[in-house]
């Protein structure tokens, strides 16, 4: 048989809707609450802490907040969705997503490329985060769906080169079938 040469299909970086604000030389900024899918940046704006388009990676710890609520049922959400996994092999795998997108930004600079919307009237803002990646600039969200660290889901958004969320997703749920067949990440657990 041949050897499985197969190569995950990931967008080329292209900025060029007017729609976005770009933040280049951007750096992570490290912080407890950081996690595989939001984390604080210092930007040419400041301070600020972002949220990845498209991408949800796993929570990194079940919680039991000051007010009583926790957030076991998005666990357990995040588990069906990449697997059936249980609470503890979806965290496994939110620690997973968080080590991967902190090894990829720490000490490194990247781009960010956001609208300034925010989520759910917080202070964080959606955005698009472009990485470095073995000599390309790709999308973060599309690495981590690749690696089999998070599940498609929140915001869509049209991409910085006007391509439509719709084409997005589709090339997205590709990434995820690469990442079923590879067996990374959630999908290499059971």
């Given at each position: ?6 190569q995950?299909k ?14 280049k ?6 912080r ?7 984390f ?6 400041g ?6 388009y498209y991408v ?6 079940a919680?039991?907040?000051g ?10 959400e ?8 249980n ?10 997503a ?5 090894k990829?930004?720490k000490g ?9 919307e925010?989520?759910?009237n ?7 985060v ?10 973060l969200?599309?690495l ?27 090339s ?9 067949k ?9």
């Amino acid at each position: 048989t041949k050897p499985d040469t197969a190569q995950p299909k990931f967008r080329t970086v292209s900025l060029s809707s007017n729609q976005f604000q770009i933040w280049k030389n951007c750096t992570l900024i490290d912080r407890r609450g950081n996690d595989g899918d939001s984390f604080h940046i210092q930007s040419p704006q400041g301070n600020e802490e972002i949220r990845l388009y498209y991408v949800d990676a796993p929570e990194s710890a079940a919680r039991t907040y000051g007010n009583g609520d926790t957030n076991h049922k998005r666990i357990g959400e995040q588990g069906i969705a990449m697997g059936r996994l249980n609470q503890h092999e979806t965290t496994q795998v939110g620690v997973a997503a968080k080590l991967f997108t902190k090894k990829l930004l720490k000490g490194k600079k990247f781009t960010v490329v956001t609208n300034g919307e925010r989520v759910y009237n917080s202070h964080r803002k959606y955005a698009y985060v472009i990485v470095d990646w073995k000599g390309q600039q790709r999308y973060l969200h599309e690495l981590i769906v690749a690696h089999g660290l998070g599940r498609i889901h929140t915001k869509p958004m049209t991409l910085p080169d006007n391509t439509s969320a719709s084409r997005q997703k589709k090339s997205l749920y590709e990434l995820k079938k690469y990442a079923q067949k590879k067996r990374y990440g959630a999908w290499g657990v059971k």
